[in-house]
T-cell receptor
Framework: DGGITQSPKYLFRKEGQNVTLSCEQN?????MYWYRQDPGQGLRLIYY???????QKGDIAEGYSVSREKKESFPLTVTSAQKNPTAFYLC????????????FGPGTRLTVL | AQSVAQPEDQVNVAEGNPLTVKCTYS??????LFWYVQYPNRGLQFLLK??????LVKGSYGFEAEFNKSQTSFHLKKPSALVSDSALYFC??????????FGSGTKLNVKP
């Protein structure tokens, strides 16, 4: 799982509540990403950030928000507008080198009660 | 548009036999291709990558992958499977904007 930490590992939320997932990296990577993983659907990109104070929507950004105030941190907020938030959320990072891989955190499993 | 396809949801193989997990891709420009492995409730771990050069790429845990430009494929292989190789495998392609596109994943089952 490299130098990327995600917390908490498990998260339970009541319907109608916002919740924030933490992602921190100490790899000095410029780019950071949030993915959602559902069974049989692989990884879908929610948001990504190439540099501090800048981020772009991915394929499924509706109902989510992010911030990138520090290079090492990229928190994801799951808002009440996300209709089906129960999933496994993965954070990743990589340097701005075209040949390098992504490095993944251990993931957060979010369950809506 | 960039995309990756993994045509098999599941691959079953007996321990000691060779294994192949298939991946095909569509990308504009030079393909930067990756394979990852995921164990239950864990993040993805990098196995290997193709950037340029030799079409046969060697990676972690005895895995290798063969890049075939004419067939736009990047199949993952291992000469002799282990029970501990049982996991979920993802193929991915990276575009020139630093975005990664993942296949839907293939579950590998290695039986003793």
């Amino acid at each position: 799982d490299g130098g990327i930490t995600q917390s908490p590992k498990y998260l339970f939320r009541k319907e109608g509540q916002n919740v924030t997932l933490s992602c921190e990296q100490n790899l000095n990577h410029d780019a950071m990403y949030w993915y959602r993983q559902d069974p049989g659907q692989g990884l879908r990109l929610i948001y990504y950030s190439q540099i501090v104070n800048d981020f772009q929507k991915g394929d499924i950004a509706e109902g989510y928000s992010v911030s990138r105030e520090k290079k090492e941190s990229f928190p994801l907020t799951v808002t009440s507008a996300q209709k089906n938030p129960t999933a496994f959320y993965l954070c990743a990072s990589n340097p701005h080198i075209s040949t390098d891989t992504q490095y993944f955190g251990p993931g957060t499993r979010l369950t809506v009660l | 548009a960039q995309s990756v396809a993994q045509p098999e949801d599941q691959v079953n193989v007996a321990e000691g036999n060779p294994l192949t997990v298939k991946c095909t891709y569509s990308v504009s420009g030079n393909p930067y291709l990756f394979w990852y492995v995921q164990y239950p409730n864990r993040g993805l771990q990098f196995l290997l990558k193709y950037i340029t050069g030799d079409n046969l790429v060697k990676g972690s845990y005895g895995f290798e992958a063969e890049f075939n430009k004419s067939q736009t494929s990047f199949h993952l292989k291992k000469p002799s499977a282990l029970v501990s190789d049982s996991a979920l495998y993802f193929c991915a392609v990276r575009d020139s904007f630093n975005k990664f596109y993942f296949g839907s994943g293939t579950k590998l089952n290695v039986k003793p």
